[in-house]
């Protein structure tokens, strides 16, 4: 008797045996993946990190400008107060610059003594004199702008170990700026020129609010376009269109669009926009025009997985009580999508907003010194004034391309966020 179950045993031993190797690898495998996935993650956010604090780092100091302090003469035998934009204040500048270095005499020095202050000073001081004419006559404290290079002397971005003859700043100029600096004329603030102005070509006078505005306005004609025509295209398309080969044409084609390279749209804006109907080169108007054809496939597409994602049961319910089928979607799906809806349009928005290809073909690439106004007024927006400073080989735009891609992705975190919120705020589990 015990012969005839030994075998038997041994055998769910063995089995048992088995098995217990198998969960134990099956559990090890699921331990690997899960380090995997842990370690792809970690790599992710160090390979952010990275990248945010190397351009923290590098546009920060754009956010900060050096201020020099001359005392300035405001001659009354040079001003004519009927024409101040025919008056050289900024010789009165470099005159004032001048006699706090009376050593200074060879023209080419005092070339160099001038570029230290910037050519906004004369700007400035017209402004100062426009507000308040009695300054004419007297003499006066004044902070104004300084050269880009001896803001960057001062934010320590040169490297002054290198030989002279490697570096922008030539040796007696760091010795006139360590005076400066040794006297107090030198102070830093906030770079208000930065927040509040337009582009230039003089670094420290280049702004980045123009863009702002212009990207304020582009987006404003791509929601006003795209919202309303997306929605509507995605209600039909989801709630009244008959199953059939047209319809499912469309449908494809849609979802074509949405994986067509953004340049396409630039093309087409071109073609059509421009050249067919004349409108404004380099306006807001065109480019919200162009975005919003390149955004809409992205907002038809969220919009009908939001409808999609209704319960049958709320249609059915509301037919049941005598609804009309316009009633049923107009009153109880498309507000119980509008969670959904406002999420994918907020996305959509928010990589139309980091787009340059599209906007490049129609001209927002022009160099724009007044802030946009209105929706026909040239413009250009924050990616393209990214790629124009990047271009531009002065030194001191190298911070300030920093500090506007800082502002670009602080606009697209605010929407990202926007679309979070507005999604726990009203979205329902069903």
């Given amino acids: 008797m015990t012969d005839m179950t030994m075998p038997k045993t041994e055998g769910l031993a063995v089995s048992s045996q088995a098995y217990r190797k198998r969960i134990k690898k099956r559990y090890a495998a699921e331990r690997r993946f899960r380090a995997y996935g842990i370690a792809a993650i970690a790599v992710a956010v160090a390979f952010l990190i990275g990248l945010l604090g190397t351009i923290t780092a590098k546009g920060a100091p754009a956010f900060l400008q050096t201020n020099i302090t001359l005392n300035i003469f405001f001659d009354p035998e040079k001003i004519d107060t009927e024409n101040l934009n025919g008056v050289n204040f900024q010789a009165m500048a470099r005159n004032a610059l001048y006699d706090m270095f009376p050593e200074v005499t060879e023209r080419r020095e005092k070339r160099q003594l001038g570029q230290l202050i910037s050519v906004a000073a004369d700007q400035q001081l017209r402004e100062m004199v426009r507000a308040d004419p009695?300054?004419?006559?007297?003499?006066?404290?004044?902070?104004?702008?300084?050269?880009?290079?001896?803001?960057?002397?001062?934010?320590?971005?040169?490297?002054?170990?290198?030989?002279?003859?490697?570096?922008?700043?030539?040796?007696?100029?760091?010795?006139?700026?360590?005076?400066?600096?040794?006297?107090?004329?030198?102070?830093?603030?906030?770079?208000?020129?930065?927040?509040?102005?337009?582009?230039?070509?003089?670094?420290?006078?280049?702004?980045?609010?123009?863009?702002?505005?212009?990207?304020?306005?582009?987006?404003?004609?791509?929601?006003?376009?795209?919202?309303?025509?997306?929605?509507?295209?995605?209600?039909?398309?989801?709630?009244?269109?008959?199953?059939?080969?047209?319809?499912?044409?469309?449908?494809?084609?849609?979802?074509?669009?949405?994986?067509?390279?953004?340049?396409?749209?630039?093309l087409l804006g071109l073609a059509v926009f421009l050249n067919f109907f004349g409108m404004p080169?380099?306006?807001?108007?065109?480019?919200?025009?162009?975005?919003?054809?390149?955004?809409?496939?992205?907002?038809?597409i969220a919009t009908r997985a939001a409808l999609a994602a209704v319960p049958p049961s709320i249609r059915e319910a509301a037919l049941g009580v005598g609804a009309s089928e316009l009633q049923v979607v107009t009153h109880h799906v498309v507000p119980l999508a509008m969670p959904g809806i406002l999420t994918g349009t907020i996305i959509g928005l928010a990589q139309a907003l980091g787009e340059t290809a599209p906007l490049l073909m129609i001209g927002m690439v022009a160099f724009i010194v007044d802030v946009p106004a209105n929706f026909t007024d040239p413009a250009t927006v924050l990616p393209v004034q990214i790629y124009l400073w990047a271009d531009s080989p002065e030194r001191a735009f190298e911070a300030r391309t920093s500090a506007a891609i800082m502002v670009l992705i602080g606009f697209l975190i605010l929407m990202n966020a926007i679309a979070v919120v507005l999604r726990r705020r009203f979205e329902r589990r069903w």
């Fill in 281 to 300: 080169r380099s306006a807001p108007l065109v480019g919200g025009l162009v975005l919003a054809l390149m955004t809409l496939p992205t907002i038809i």
């Fill in 134 to 266: 009695s300054l004419i006559g007297q003499r006066k404290d004044v902070q104004l702008l300084a050269g880009d290079d001896l803001d960057l002397v001062v934010k320590g971005t040169y490297d002054l170990s290198q030989p002279e003859a490697e570096r922008p700043v030539s040796d007696v100029q760091v010795a006139w700026i360590d005076k400066l600096q040794a006297q107090g004329h030198l102070a830093r603030g906030i770079a208000w020129p930065f927040l509040t102005t337009g582009d230039s070509r003089e670094p420290e006078m280049a702004g980045i609010w123009g863009a702002v505005m212009g990207s304020l306005l582009t987006l404003s004609v791509t929601l006003a376009v795209s919202f309303p025509i997306g929605v509507l295209a995605a209600v039909y398309l989801q709630e009244f269109a008959t199953k059939n080969r047209w319809n499912d044409l469309i449908e494809v084609n849609i979802n074509n669009l949405a994986a067509v390279p953004s340049i396409v749209f630039g």
